[in-house]
């Protein structure tokens, strides 16, 4: 026991002060008696007459002098080597990742962590600032430079067990720089070693690693997919179970579709090794399949599996006019297209006419993702929905026609363009185009180089542009197909798929059917006008229930909080629909429990990783101050002790409601005391 | 003395009681009381033969018609009794909150005013108070109470001197009296002497009862910390740290204290009666004095 402030043990000086105190008696009260005849009878069998016999038995003055050594005790600041932080400031930088909510040291591998951090952050000198990192998903700063020891257990309370990966280069980078502020600076990285590192990380500060985790005996379900299976109608779930231990292993495999159980398969999986299970033939209306590992694990959470049908929702194209052989081809073969052909109506047309406008044709129109117009334009523009014009025989309210070019010369304007991705351009002739002056609203993707009959360039005019109006896309083709040997161009069907994808996008898959746990998602409504409203928004149900509602921002809806593993489902707006997306710990980053026993990366010369231990001085006045404390509280009693036996007399005739009952005698009285 | 020293219906209801003898004893005068001498009055107590110069009207002639001897009828002398009253008026007594002297005073005059009721003679002694004890010579009558209560009502412990012991002066008592009667002891007892003086008393067959006056500060002291007691009688000192084991302590001395007492008075016939001095006088009177015996 080494003490920090010696000097206080002069105070011991005030011990015979005490002692002498009791001896001289100085603070006798005198008090007048009818007589002390009694008195003396009492006095006679205590009284001793040597004044170190007086003290024996007298309870008051050991306490006083007992309450006065602890005090002194307290004041010399005793402390004793502890392995322990003894820094000038410590940060503790808690792993929360998916791999810390393992049970192979009870209660879990966080909650153990935390135990530990506690622990130091108690044993730290009192003039040590503490600052708290959580390295969830995105490394957070939960407590910086506090000196409050309540603000540290409540920080350290407030972490919760994440389901993603650990961003423990960000945390050390973060840590590192707080370092830098204040020297002497402590890092404790309480981890269970599975996470990433960059190659080379200079850190300020003494780094120690403590390391949590037992064993990395582990199964997962590492892929789960639902497919429409291959003979059309019925439904396939594809399941993939790893095994991430040192020891074979057998599991079972359960397979349930809506809350029943359709398969289930035993597998063995080596060490290391992967195992695959095809549960075909789900009856076709499946929305979502479940995949659950029975038995238990250290991880629970890579147990269960969710999936749901990709959704793909044909992507409905309306042709208006034209017989074009190249587009409905073109079509046709695009996966995932659903599309229909409509007459123009009445009063558009200039060339062909097609004097009935049918019901259903305007339908086809409302509900379509995508329209194009070959050699047409509309009176007036459907109101919702892509528009592709190909060829515009005259202007609409969107752009305007000037007239007719001759031989423009296709040029790439934009190799970077989505549009023409993969599509190479050479050896493509067009005969004429019709000229469009470049609206405001457009990009251009392919321009017409005009040239004079020798050959010398005169001007260019846009022969394919895109861009957005009023929220939906439009794209212009300024030549007629048939008037162009594109169609018979390898070029042709990319582009055109290029095209298709662009002008109506989402639309084939408007949500992914899986996310990694805390991935964004961009939710797409199956109806891409409601987009265009700025009042929309999406519900969203979470796996335990609870809903989140979206707004729309920047036209796009966005949902972040895919913290929990299960199954999402989504609502937009007032439609019926409910599209469903899942969420599943297919990592094995996480999956993979084996404890390291050093951070990678950081196990350099300077052995700052590792299981290094140093001593700390744990400061034991608190305990002293408390013994001093109940031992005052102790002497206050036993001096009040009369008092305090009266009060209770009192308290116990008034209970039991008597009224003082007069009597003659003192022999009366006397069973009272 | 600017008040009564009770009230016109206190001493009307005092006038119902009479004090209680135990024993028949000689007195001087007639009485109301039974004597132990043969007398006048009309309750027949014995015959005996007559022998020369008897008063021959007192021969029961019956007796001579059946046995032709003479018989002397022999009547019971009823005559009256004194009471002494004792009051220890020493410093000590003088004391407490109510004062146990001016208790221990009316309780006298009360028990005196009786005793006057009943044509029975009253002296009265305050012993303790140093050299010159007043004394309240033996009277008769009631027409005797106001100068009674005069004289209790002048009662004061003496303010300086060193106090006497009270076992000579009870001694000198118990010698003097020529005639033991009733005797009412009204002290604290703070004295071991009165022990001894009381022993006295009892060799000289008085009927004694002693009325043991105990102010509430002495039965439960209300005392806290480190006390130097000073004697208000002597000044006598005791230093005492009042903790709960003293105040204890104390406690149970005084209960054995007075069972030490109720024992020796029980040996000797003495009535024991220790009375707190909150008790109101009527309760003392008209309750706690009819059930020890001592009024009736």
Redesign the interface.
């Known amino acids: 026991m080494n003490f920090l402030a010696p000097g206080a043990f002069f105070l011991g000086l005030l011990l015979p002060v005490i002692v002498a105190f009791y001896l001289l008696k100085l603070r006798r009260v005198e008090r007048s008696v009818s007589s002390v005849y009694l008195w003396r009878r009492v006095v006679r069998d205590v009284e001793a007459n040597a004044p170190w016999q007086r003290l024996r038995f007298n309870l008051l003055m050991i306490l006083q002098l007992l309450f006065l050594i602890a005090l002194i005790l307290a004041v010399a600041r005793p402390f004793t080597w502890a392995e322990g932080a003894g820094g000038q400031a410590a940060i503790f930088i808690l792993d929360s990742s998916a791999s810390m909510s393992a049970t192979d040291v009870t209660p879990s591998r966080l909650e153990s962590a935390r135990q530990r951090a506690r622990q130091l952050v108690g044993d730290l000198p009192d003039s040590a600032r503490v600052t708290i990192i959580e390295a969830g998903q995105e490394a957070q700063v939960r407590l910086s430079a506090s000196l409050d020891r309540r603000q540290a257990y409540q920080a350290l309370e407030a972490i919760r067990p994440g389901m993603g990966g650990s961003d423990m280069s960000v945390a050390l980078e973060l840590a590192s720089a707080i370092a830098a502020r204040q020297p002497g600076t402590e890092i404790f990285v309480l981890s269970d070693g599975r996470v990433e590192l960059p190659q080379r990380l200079t850190l300020r500060g003494r780094l120690r690693y403590l390391p949590f985790g037992l064993s990395g005996e582990n199964q997962a379900i590492s892929l789960l997919t639902l497919e429409p299976g291959a003979a059309g109608s019925d439904l396939t779930a594809f399941a993939q179970v790893s095994n991430y231990g040192e020891e074979p292993a057998r599991r079972r495999l359960s397979i349930f579709a809506g809350g029943r159980l359709i398969n289930a398969f035993d597998l063995e999986i080596a060490p290391g090794g992967v195992e695959a299970a095809l549960a075909e033939g789900l009856p076709p209306g499946t929305e979502a399949v479940e995949a659950r590992l029975d038995g238990a694990d250290a991880l629970a959470l890579d147990d269960r599996a969710l999936a749901v049908l990709p959704q793909a929702r044909p992507v409905r194209v309306t042709l208006v006019g034209g017989n074009n052989v190249f587009i409905k081809t073109a079509l046709s073969l695009l996966p995932g297209v659903e599309f229909s052909q409509v007459e123009p109506s009445a009063p558009t047309g200039e060339e062909e006419t097609a004097p009935t406008a049918e019901p259903p044709a305007e339908d086809a129109l409302n509900a379509a993702d995508l329209t194009i117009y070959d050699n047409q334009v509309p009176a007036a523009l459907p109101p919702t929905g892509s528009l592709l014009f190909i060829a515009p025989p005259a202007s609409t309210e969107l752009f305007t026609t000037t007239g007719i070019v001759q031989g423009p010369l296709p040029r790439v304007l934009d190799l970077n363009d989505p549009i023409l991705e993969h599509v190479t351009l050479a050896e493509i002739n067009v005969l004429d185009a019709v000229e469009i002056p470049l609206p405001d609203w457009a990009l251009p993707v392919i321009g017409g180089d005009l040239k004079d009959d020798k050959g010398q360039y005169v001007r260019s005019v846009p022969l394919l542009f895109r861009g957005e109006v009023d929220g939906r896309r439009v794209a212009v083709l300024a030549f007629d197909l048939h008037h162009s040997d594109l169609p018979l161009n390898v070029a042709f069907p990319l582009l055109w798929a290029n095209l298709i994808d662009w002008l109506a996008p989402g639309a084939r898959s408007p949500l992914p059917a899986q996310v990694a746990p805390g991935e964004r998602v961009t939710l797409t409504p199956p109806n891409p006008a409601l987009l265009s409203d700025a009042a929309v928004q999406a519900t969203i149900t979470r796996p335990d229930g609870s809903t989140a509602v979206v707004q729309p921002e920047n036209g796009r809806l966005i949902f972040a909080d895919t913290t929990q593993l299960g199954l999402y489902r989504i609502r937009f707006g007032s439609e019926e629909d409910e599209l469903a997306f899942t969420v599943n710990l297919f990592a094995p980053q996480e999956s993979n429990l084996l404890p390291a026993d050093s951070l990678p990366g950081l196990e350099g010369p300077a052995g700052t990783g590792g299981r290094d231990s140093q001593l700390g001085q744990r400061e034991w006045w608190r305990p002293l101050a408390l013994l001093a404390l109940g031992l005052l509280m102790g002497e206050w009693l036993v001096y009040q002790r009369a008092g305090l036996a009266r009060l209770r007399d009192a308290l116990a005739a008034g209970l039991r409601g008597i009224t003082r009952r007069p009597a003659p005698a003192g022999a009366q009285r006397k069973g009272r005391k | 003395m600017s008040e009564p020293f009770f009230s016109e219906d206190f001493l009307q209801r005092l006038e119902r009681l009479a004090l209680a003898a135990r024993h028949a004893m000689p007195g001087q005068t007639q009485g109301e009381r039974r004597s132990t001498k043969r007398g006048q009055s009309v309750e027949f107590a014995d015959f005996r033969p007559y022998v020369m110069g008897d008063d021959f009207r007192r021969i029961d002639w019956n007796a001579y018609a059946r046995l032709e001897r003479f018989f002397i009828k022999l009547f019971v002398e009823e005559e009256d009794l004194t009471v002494h009253f004792i009051i220890d008026a020493s410093r000590?007594?003088d004391?407490?909150e109510p004062n146990?002297l001016r208790y221990a005073a009316r309780v006298a005059g009360a028990l005196g005013y009786v005793a006057l009721t009943g044509l029975d003679r009253v002296t009265v002694t305050a012993i303790g108070g140093g050299n010159g004890q007043p004394v309240f010579p033996a009277q008769r009558g009631k027409r005797q109470a106001l100068a009674l209560f005069a004289f209790l009502q002048a009662l004061k412990a003496p303010q300086n001197g060193t106090p006497g012991d009270p076992a000579a002066q009870l001694r000198a008592y118990a010698a003097a009296q020529s005639r033991p009667g009733l005797l009412v002891v009204l002290s604290?007892l703070?004295?071991d002497g009165w022990v001894e003086g009381l022993r006295a008393l009892a060799a000289r067959r008085f009927e004694i009862s002693v009325l043991?006056i105990?102010?509430p500060?002495?039965?439960?002291?209300e005392?806290?910390?480190?006390?130097?007691?000073?004697?208000?009688?002597?000044s006598?000192?005791?230093?005492?740290t009042?903790?709960?084991?003293?105040?204890?302590?104390?406690?149970?001395?005084?209960?054995d204290?007075?069972a030490d007492l109720?024992q020796f008075c029980r040996s000797r016939g003495m009535a024991y009666?220790?009375?707190?001095t909150?008790?109101?006088l009527e309760?003392?009177l008209f309750?706690?004095l009819q059930r020890q015996g001592v009024l009736r």
């Open positions: 000590s007594m004391w407490g146990k604290d703070m004295h043991h105990l102010a500060e002495e039965i439960r002291p005392l806290n910390g480190d006390l130097k007691l000073i004697d208000a009688e002597s006598a000192e005791v230093e005492i009042a903790d709960y084991e003293v105040l204890t302590r104390y406690c149970q001395s005084l209960a204290w007075q109720r009666l220790p009375i707190e909150t008790v109101p309760e003392l309750t706690w």
